[in-house]
């Protein structure tokens, strides 16, 4: 099984890159994940992955981008309450690069 | 993962068959086109065999030491099981007239996508085993042992074909190659060897009701999300019921609806359609997927997937059910889910409650597709339109393979799209209804990780709507599925990014004057309605 070091621990991950059991999640995954696509995590990025832990644990799956964007433009303003603002942080999509770096699950079936 | 390759490139398709005989040729298994190999727990949830952790690109896929053998009992229990089965794999005469009829060899040119030759991939093996001709000549009469090659390419070319059925349209014999990659799929889970985004959906529903794994109040949750739009578009505060005993309908839709757009625009659809007519129904947190991603892997996963939808109309005691927008639910709905898990007698023909229009075509599954239900409304006058409001769109739609070859349902989406919008155009004739080509990444081929694959696949139907594009501007692409509604949305982007996509009740749902509405200036999208520009 494919794992990614993080402080000497080994993190199993599955073949694109997602972590295998998201309990294991800390901080330092997240930093890892980021460096190896070349991006340094602002608070701004912070503040998006610690939505998707929060939601997560409470519904077992990863928001709808609906949620996700109506969410964050409480808590951090309106004008960043859309995707594009989102697809800005994170270029390869917040499903996609987000969701992988808060060690969540990629959502399957009719999507 | 495999870079997809740019719209030009992949365009550039090579037709030319190797040199050597199909027999000769090994085959290459390219990254971009096979899926990622279904992880253990998922195996373990469905109490599937062998579940281990393998990878593709090993040499060593785990398998039992035993494999032949349970592969040939398999086959064996099922050609006498399937009397199907049997006659497809004695039958063909290999005439071709299916060779150049499925969208994945249009869009790939490897010569084993061409449907009489992957089905030969099985053929063969059987022959080998099963007649006494192939048993004797072997070669000669084009029968193979089973090898770990064999086994391989099977797996790598039954997840080449959608279970789409056009090739089966153009065949004098009618051969239904569906069924034989459903075989073939069968025959491969025997010994642990599913796709991964068949086995996650398939184990999630297994467990949660439905192939997104969604917690009961996570459905709650997002809908009421879409009802809070819904409000901020119309005023009109909605208010579903949800696991309501007594209620005369129950609602099945696929999850994807609940989920991603622009599913969640169509879902937005039915609440807002459903809520005007003041109908007595209630969804379901349990029976909480149309879809059945059982289905792409045996018949009887499929069957166990779709039992809970019989169970829960009988434990709510509703009078029948109504069913959204979705493809491969209405092929189970149509053609197994009476017998496996029929009959529904607790249940009474579907009788709308609005018209009083009987749904005989539904008398013994008692399930009504929802393109049928609102098609009557609009026949009977029974809803207030402003087609205007859709005037900034030009649609074309796509018949989905498995509503239109799976249950003959042409008419009813188009006559809704036609009384809803101004401009609706048809793509050639020879890529609708019966005709229709597949989206692509149907049958749970919809992954992230066979990029390439989808998009050769989705090109023919690009196709047919880049015509439709240019001709006439085509900008909205409807459909009834929400594999559809996901998928195409990826092709669009990538081979024709001018035309967005859109379920059909998305369109029923703007042009639709509700009681007490206020007066709307954005679409379900929060896009200006035509003519209401600058004032949203």
């Given at each position: 099984?494919?794992?990614?070091?993080?402080?000497?621990?080994?993190?199993?991950?599955?073949?694109?890159?997602?972590?295998?059991?998201?309990?294991?999640?800390?901080?330092?995954?997240?930093?890892?994940?980021?460096?190896?696509?070349?991006?340094?995590?602002?608070?701004?990025?912070?503040?998006?992955?610690?939505?998707?832990?929060?939601?997560?644990?409470?519904?077992?799956?990863?928001?709808?981008?609906?949620?996700?964007?109506?969410?964050?433009?409480?808590?951090?303003?309106?004008?960043?309450?859309?995707?594009?603002?989102?697809?800005?942080?994170?270029?390869?999509?917040?499903?996609?690069?987000?969701?992988?770096?808060?060690?969540?699950?990629?959502?399957?079936?009719?999507? | 993962?495999?870079?997809?390759?740019?719209?030009?490139?992949?365009?550039?398709?090579?037709?030319?068959?190797?040199?050597?005989?199909?027999?000769?040729?090994?085959?290459?298994?390219?990254?971009?086109?096979?899926?990622f190999g279904a992880k253990p727990k998922n195996l373990?949830?469905l109490?599937f065999?062998?579940p281990?952790?393998w990878?593709?690109?090993?040499?060593?896929?785990?398998?039992?030491?035993?494999?032949?053998?349970?592969?040939?009992?398999?086959?064996?229990?099922?050609?006498?099981?399937?009397?199907?089965?049997?006659?497809?794999?004695?039958?063909?005469?290999?005439?071709?007239?299916?060779?150049?009829?499925?969208?994945?060899?249009?869009?790939?040119?490897?010569?084993?996508?061409?449907?009489?030759?992957?089905?030969?991939?099985?053929?063969?093996?059987?022959?080998?085993?099963?007649?006494?001709?192939?048993?004797?000549?072997?070669?000669?009469?084009?029968?193979?042992?089973?090898?770990?090659?064999?086994?391989?390419?099977?797996?790598?070319?039954?997840?080449?074909?959608?279970?789409?059925?056009?090739?089966?349209?153009?065949?004098?014999?009618?051969?239904?190659?569906?069924?034989?990659?459903?075989?073939?799929?069968?025959?491969?889970n025997?010994?642990g060897l599913n796709i991964d985004w068949i086995a996650g959906?398939a184990a999630?529903?297994?467990?949660?009701?439905?192939?997104?794994?969604?917690?009961?109040?996570?459905?709650?949750?997002?809908?009421?999300?879409?009802?809070?739009?819904?409000?901020?578009?119309?005023?009109?505060?909605?208010?579903?019921?949800?696991?309501?005993?007594?209620?005369?309908?129950?609602?099945?839709?696929?999850?994807?609806?609940?989920?991603?757009?622009?599913?969640?625009?169509?879902?937005?659809?039915?609440?807002?359609?459903?809520?005007?007519?003041?109908?007595?129904?209630?969804?379901?947190?349990?029976?909480?997927?149309?879809?059945?991603?059982?289905?792409?892997?045996?018949?009887?996963?499929?069957?166990?997937?779709?039992?809970?939808?019989?169970?829960?109309?009988?434990?709510?005691?509703?009078?029948?059910?109504?069913?959204?927008?979705?493809?491969?639910?209405?092929?189970?709905?149509?053609?197994?889910?009476?017998?496996?898990?029929?009959?529904?007698?607790?249940?009474?023909?579907?009788?709308?409650?609005?018209?009083?229009?009987?749904?005989?075509?539904?008398?013994?599954?008692?399930?009504?597709?929802?393109?049928?239900?609102?098609?009557?409304?609009?026949?009977?006058?029974?809803?207030?339109?402003?087609?205007?409001?859709?005037?900034?769109?030009?649609?074309?739609?796509?018949?989905?393979?498995?509503?239109?070859?799976?249950?003959?349902?042409?008419?009813?989406?188009?006559?809704?799209?036609?009384?809803?919008?101004?401009?609706?155009?048809?793509?050639?004739?020879?890529?609708?209804?019966?005709?229709?080509?597949?989206?692509?990444?149907?049958?749970?081929?919809?992954?992230?990780?066979?990029?390439?694959?989808?998009?050769?696949?989705?090109?023919?139907?690009?196709?047919?709507?880049?015509?439709?594009?240019?001709?006439?501007?085509?900008?909205?692409?409807?459909?009834?599925?929400?594999?559809?509604?996901?998928?195409?949305?990826?092709?669009?982007?990538?081979?024709?990014?001018?035309?967005?996509?859109?379920?059909?009740?998305?369109?029923?749902?703007?042009?639709?004057?509700?009681?007490?509405?206020?007066?709307?200036?954005?679409?379900?999208?929060?896009?200006?309605?035509?003519?209401?520009?600058?004032?949203?």
């Amino acid at each position: 099984m494919p794992s990614i070091e993080v402080d000497g621990k080994n993190f199993d991950v599955d073949e694109e890159g997602y972590l295998q059991d998201w309990q294991e999640w800390n901080e330092g995954v997240a930093k890892k994940m980021a460096l190896d696509d070349g991006l340094d995590l602002s608070d701004s990025h912070w503040e998006v992955i610690r939505f998707l832990r929060d939601y997560f644990e409470k519904y077992q799956i990863a928001p709808m981008i609906k949620i996700l964007t109506k969410e964050i433009g409480k808590t951090m303003g309106p004008e960043k309450g859309n995707t594009k603002y989102l697809y800005e942080l994170y270029p390869a999509g917040p499903a996609k690069q987000a969701c992988r770096y808060a060690g969540l699950p990629k959502p399957t079936g009719c999507v | 993962m495999a870079k997809t390759p740019k719209p030009d490139e992949l365009s550039k398709i090579d037709y030319t068959p190797p040199q050597t005989a199909w027999t000769e040729t090994p085959t290459v298994y390219k990254e971009g086109v096979w899926c990622f190999g279904a992880k253990p727990k998922n195996l373990e949830t469905l109490h599937f065999p062998n579940p281990r952790e393998w990878r593709v690109v090993d040499e060593d896929w785990k398998l039992p030491e035993n494999w032949q053998e349970i592969v040939l009992n398999g086959m064996k229990e099922r050609l006498d099981k399937y009397r199907s089965f049997r006659v497809f794999m004695d039958s063909c005469v290999r005439c071709g007239a299916c060779a150049d009829k499925c969208h994945f060899f249009i869009g790939s040119g490897d010569p084993k996508n061409m449907p009489v030759l992957r089905a030969e991939l099985l053929r063969s093996v059987y022959r080998g085993n099963f007649t006494l001709a192939g048993k004797i000549l072997g070669k000669i009469n084009g029968a193979r042992p089973l090898t770990l090659e064999v086994l391989k390419e099977w797996w790598y070319y039954f997840f080449q074909c959608t279970e789409c059925r056009r090739c089966s349209v153009f065949c004098p014999y009618g051969i239904d190659t569906a069924e034989i990659t459903m075989m073939g799929r069968e025959l491969l889970n025997l010994l642990g060897l599913n796709i991964d985004w068949i086995a996650g959906p398939a184990a999630n529903c297994y467990m949660k009701g439905n192939h997104l794994g969604l917690e009961p109040h996570t459905i709650v949750g997002n809908l009421e999300y879409m009802l809070d739009d819904i409000e901020t578009v119309t005023g009109i505060k909605i208010t579903p019921s949800f696991n309501r005993k007594g209620a005369e309908i129950l609602f099945v839709t696929p999850s994807g609806d609940l989920f991603a757009d622009p599913g969640t625009y169509t879902c937005m659809g039915y609440l807002m359609l459903l809520h005007e007519l003041g109908l007595d129904y209630t969804w379901s947190t349990y029976a909480s997927e149309g879809g059945n991603f059982g289905f792409f892997t045996s018949n009887e996963l499929a069957k166990r997937l779709n039992s809970k939808i019989y169970a829960e109309a009988k434990r709510l005691g509703v009078k029948w059910i109504l069913g959204g927008e979705c493809g491969h639910m209405w092929r189970v709905l149509n053609q197994y889910m009476d017998t496996w898990n029929g009959p529904a007698d607790f249940l009474e023909v579907p009788k709308s409650p609005i018209t009083g229009t009987v749904f005989e075509n539904a008398k013994s599954t008692k399930m009504v597709h929802i393109a049928e239900f609102t098609a009557d409304l609009i026949k009977h006058g029974k809803l207030k339109l402003d087609k205007k409001r859709n005037d900034n769109l030009k649609v074309t739609f796509h018949d989905s393979c498995n509503t239109s070859r799976g249950m003959g349902l042409f008419e009813e989406p188009r006559y809704i799209i036609d009384n809803v919008c101004n401009n609706f155009y048809e793509m050639d004739e020879l890529t609708t209804r019966e005709k229709t080509f597949c989206c692509g990444s149907g049958s749970g081929l919809n992954a992230g990780e066979n990029m390439e694959l989808r998009m050769r696949g989705g090109l023919p139907r690009a196709n047919a709507v880049k015509d439709v594009a240019e001709k006439y501007g085509v900008n909205m692409l409807a459909n009834v599925c929400a594999i559809d509604r996901a998928v195409l949305t990826a092709s669009m982007d990538y081979w024709v990014p001018s035309v967005k996509v859109t379920g059909v009740h998305e369109l029923v749902a703007n042009a639709l004057i509700m009681k007490g509405e206020k007066e709307r200036t954005t679409n379900l999208r929060g896009e200006p309605l035509p003519g209401m520009e600058g004032q949203e």
